[in-house]
């Protein structure tokens, strides 16, 4: 490395440490072309028996319209009652119930809960004056976060919870919006864009033990978007800094690569942590060793990744994909540990420097071998195929705009992913 270095005279040397691997399955519209070209899926999650999607959408069947909230089966997308004509957002499963955020009138800005027990659709409460982001069940109990600060003519900054008969404020709230909830260490997590959770000051992110309101360390540097953890960390994805997480004791930035993380799920059985990135076809994994990408980006086109969700190990992503017909695709059986795996042992190393490309860059691959280079720009379509021998020099006059390139190298059968940034 240091040779390369001095040899190209580069001034700045930056080891791009995402390396991406996987073997290359691909991403599969979910169900037949009968989506409303106008249709957004908002949210999706899974039980044992089906995938839900929650939007402002329209699936037309042979039996009748599906309004704004779906179920997968594995075969085919089915109603849940009548559905909800002006739309819905946030969703949650427990213990065989439905929970969802829905518009019940055209007035969007006053959702109320829905809670589908298997038949029909029962309302818990009154309707929320603003917009519900988040849900979760901690101690036997339903919270909602979201922006608001009344249900009907109980006060709630940003946060309430159902205590089976009212909804309740959760402490003294906090004084911005909650978009994102998570259960860790027996405590549940809130990020968004407050400040203050429970009179106390808490840098976007927060946490509730039941009783009281407490900051999670000195908090992070911008508004927390998605937030979820697993049985050793909290994770939040915190703007152009990237994917950070929680130990318990300190926060740590783990994934500086990655900015603008719209979406986060936690695989409690394998450990690794899917992410989606605005404006990128790819989706990443993480196993606390290194970065992956577990399916081909072929038919995701960079759009804002919105949701996922494990099913029947299929991982499925809701897509924001305007004028598109079909807003949900899966990854049958993504790869995990194994393409991780096959990457230490086969390719020992790819670096790029300097990155971001301003004049030059090197990549150099180890071990030497004749490798074929693929970039594409964010929407997916491929700029630039190279042929080289392990070292090859980027000039920054072979792309044309500014901006950021996605690469993919095959390798053994293995496919191999990463971003550039090109200024």
């Known amino acids: 490395m240091i040779l390369l270095k001095k040899k190209y005279n580069f001034v700045?040397?930056?080891?791009?440490?995402?390396?991406?691997?996987?073997?290359?399955?691909?991403?599969t519209p979910v169900g037949p072309?009968?989506?409303d070209s106008n249709s957004n899926v908002a949210s999706i999650v899974s039980?044992?028996?089906?995938?839900?999607a929650s939007g402002n959408f329209l699936i037309y069947n042979s039996l009748d319209t599906i309004k704004g909230i779906a179920r997968w089966n594995g075969a085919s997308w089915s109603a849940l009652g009548n559905g909800f004509i002006y739309g819905c957002g946030a969703l949650l499963t427990h213990q065989g119930k439905l929970y969802v955020a829905a518009n019940l009138t055209s007035n969007i800005s006053r959702p109320t809960v829905m809670k589908w027990d298997g038949s029909i659709w029962v309302p818990i409460g009154q309707s929320f004056n603003g917009p519900i982001e988040a849900f979760s069940f901690y101690g036997g109990e339903l919270y909602v976060g979201g922006n608001f600060?009344?249900?009907?003519?109980?006060?709630?900054?940003?946060?309430?919870?159902?205590?089976?008969?009212?909804?309740?404020?959760?402490?003294?709230?906090?004084?911005n919006y909650i978009n994102g909830m998570a259960i860790y260490s027996g405590e549940l997590c809130v990020v968004g864009g407050f400040t203050v959770a429970g009179g106390i000051p808490s840098q976007y992110v927060a946490k509730w033990n039941g009783s009281n309101w407490s900051s999670i360390g000195s908090g992070i540097s911008s508004g927390g978007e998605p937030i979820a953890a697993n049985n050793n960390y909290l994770y939040v994805g915190a703007g152009l800094n990237g994917l950070i997480q929680w130990?318990?004791?300190?926060?740590?930035?783990?994934?500086?690569?990655?900015?603008?993380?719209?979406?986060?799920?936690?695989?409690?059985?394998s450990q690794v942590v899917y992410m989606g990135e605005f404006n990128s076809p790819f989706v990443y994994g993480w196993d606390n060793i290194s970065v992956f990408n577990p399916c081909s980006p072929s038919s995701l086109m960079g759009n804002p990744l919105l949701s996922m969700t494990l099913y029947k190990n299929s991982l499925f992503v809701a897509e924001s994909k305007s004028g598109s017909p079909i807003p949900v695709s899966l990854c049958p059986n993504p790869s995990l540990s194994e393409g991780i795996s096959k990457l230490n042992q086969e390719l020992y190393q790819i670096d790029i420097f300097p990155n971001p490309l301003i004049d030059k860059s090197c990549i150099h691959i180890n071990p030497k071998n004749i490798y074929q280079i693929s970039f594409y720009n964010i929407y997916g379509k491929k700029v630039k195929e190279i042929t080289f021998n392990g070292e090859l020099i980027l000039n920054r006059t072979?792309?044309?705009?500014?901006?950021?390139?996605?690469?993919?190298?095959?390798?053994?059968?293995?496919?191999?992913?990463?971003?550039?940034?090109?200024?």
Not at 12 to 27: L, P, V
């Open 398 to 423: 072979e792309f044309e705009n500014a901006g950021v390139y996605f690469y993919s190298l095959e390798y053994n059968n293995i496919v191999y992913n990463g971003k550039l940034v090109v200024q």
């Open 149 to 175: 600060d009344s249900i009907g003519n109980i006060v709630a900054k940003n946060i309430a919870k159902w205590n089976g008969t009212n909804w309740i404020a959760v402490g003294l709230g906090t004084n």
């Open 247 to 269: 130990d318990g004791n300190n926060w740590q930035n783990i994934l500086t690569n990655l900015n603008s993380i719209t979406t986060i799920y936690c695989d409690t059985n």
């Open 33 to 35: 072309n009968n989506w």
């Open 12 to 27: 700045t040397y930056i080891m791009f440490f995402s390396m991406f691997s996987s073997y290359a399955q691909n991403w």
């Open 47 to 52: 039980d044992t028996s089906y995938v839900y």
